[in-house]
């Protein structure tokens, strides 16, 4: 009884029919996200700069920057974990409509984006989070053949435990104290360093830099599970039920959780995780709501249209962002971050020029195929 309540709302929407709204929110969440890493291609020292303890080019000390952060920094990374979770109820309920042993051949779709983001995280990109996603899709694909019952209290649980854990990690940054620091040899390697150096020094430095997803992993199940418990219970459909859970979403998120945003950026550096997965995820269910409001409101039009391209090309679209973010930044293409990278318009400028190519090149990429190339690939793979 619980399972069937629990999935109604969105049974009423046909099964091969596209959701408008979610292609939306996957486009804002590729261009939200590269608001956050775009500061971490522009920083002296690339992408050990968080491992140094600084968060990128001038976020903390200019206008512009505190703007980003409160903007991007942690909400649009819970948007896309969230729509993932949301991907993976899409794909088990189609599943489940045409009788098919569940999860069958999606173990082969996760294990084949484990392998894409060990590319991506190898060869361009050390903050990868493919290889996070495709550990958490294989858990949470297999729980979803348990009851409604059961996933809620693991969804509860994993959010005990990531609080805890963002808990402990706050009091040890409280105790330590970190400054940040700065490595003349680290910022050589991104301001003149080649690009099989740069691919060494992840190598050489794997576990550093893939401690975020491990740390994180309670996170991901949480806004996994709580993609699918929304998809479920209807905050993506045209109904208007669906309409008004965005805008409670709307409401809540952005009036609890831009406050707490703000106070926490105005404490103390410490403060830093629980701004990025305490308050964020807040904030991003109010931005959520406030997409889906503005979709529901607004007529189709170009930006829209663009940023539902994107929404369909998203794998694609957080390579392709973050290859040309490299070549722009980094000493083996233009080297450009070590010129300009400390004036936060330049930062600013690189995001929006960026996100220009990537709504314009989605288009254009759609009006001859279906979808991106990465997920082409894939599905040719598979296929």
């Given at each position: 009884m619980h399972t069937t309540s629990a999935t109604a709302p969105a049974a009423t929407a046909p099964a091969a029919r596209r959701l408008p709204l979610l292609d939306v929110l996957r486009g804002v969440a590729i261009l939200g996200t590269l608001g956050t890493n775009i500061w971490i291609f522009a920083a002296a020292a690339g992408e050990a700069a968080p491992l140094l303890g600084g968060a990128g080019a001038a976020t903390d000390d200019t206008v512009i920057g505190a703007v980003f952060e409160l903007l991007a920094n942690g909400k649009f990374l819970s948007m896309l974990t969230l729509l993932f979770g949301v991907g993976l109820a899409i794909q088990f309920r189609s599943g489940e409509r045409r009788g098919r042993r569940w999860p069958g051949r999606y173990h082969w779709r996760a294990l084949f984006l484990f392998a894409?983001?060990?590319?991506?995280?190898?060869?361009?990109?050390?903050?990868?989070?493919?290889?996070?996603?495709?550990?958490?899709?294989?858990?949470?694909?297999?729980?979803?053949?348990?009851?409604?019952?059961?996933?809620?209290?693991?969804?509860?649980?994993?959010?005990?435990?990531?609080?805890?854990?963002?808990?402990?990690?706050?009091?040890?940054?409280?105790?330590?104290?970190?400054?940040?620091?700065?490595?003349?040899?680290?910022?050589?390697?991104?301001?003149?360093?080649?690009?099989?150096?740069?691919?060494q020094f992840r190598l050489d430095n794997a576990l550093a830099f893939r401690m975020?997803?491990?740390?994180?992993?309670?996170?991901?199940?949480?806004?996994?599970?709580?993609?699918?418990?929304?998809?479920?219970?209807g905050a993506f459909g045209d109904e208007a039920h669906g309409r008004r859970m965005r805008r409670r979403m709307g409401m809540w998120g952005l009036g609890i959780g831009l406050p707490l945003n703000l106070a926490v950026m105005a404490g103390p550096d410490p403060l830093f995780f629980v701004e990025r997965y305490v308050a964020a995820p807040i904030v991003m269910l109010g931005f959520l709501g406030l997409t889906g409001i503005l979709v529901d409101r607004l007529r189709r039009g170009p930006v829209m249209a663009a940023l539902e391209s994107l929404g369909r090309t998203a794998l694609s679209g957080y390579v392709l962002q973050n290859l040309l973010a490299s070549a722009i930044c980094y000493g083996w293409g233009l080297g450009l971050a070590a010129r300009y990278g400390s004036n936060p318009w330049f930062v600013?400028?690189?995001?929006?020029?960026?996100?220009?190519?990537?709504?314009?090149?989605?288009?254009?990429?759609?009006?001859?195929?279906?979808?991106?190339?990465?997920?082409?690939?894939?599905?040719?793979?598979?296929?």
């Open positions: 894409e983001g060990t590319i991506h995280f190898v060869l361009v990109f050390a903050w990868d989070v493919l290889m996070g996603y495709a550990v958490t899709a294989i858990v949470v694909a297999w729980l979803l053949t348990r009851s409604v019952r059961v996933q809620h209290a693991v969804m509860w649980i994993q959010l005990a435990l990531h609080l805890a854990i963002i808990g402990l990690i706050t009091a040890a940054m409280f105790s330590l104290d970190p400054a940040e620091q700065s490595d003349p040899e680290i910022e050589a390697l991104y301001a003149s360093g080649s690009w099989i150096e740069q691919v975020e997803p491990i740390i994180a992993f309670p996170f991901l199940m949480f806004l996994f599970l709580l993609g699918v418990r929304l998809f479920r219970a600013a400028g690189l995001w929006l020029a960026i996100s220009v190519v990537l709504l314009v090149g989605s288009r254009l990429w759609l009006r001859r195929f279906s979808t991106g190339p990465v997920e082409l690939l894939q599905r040719s793979i598979l296929r």
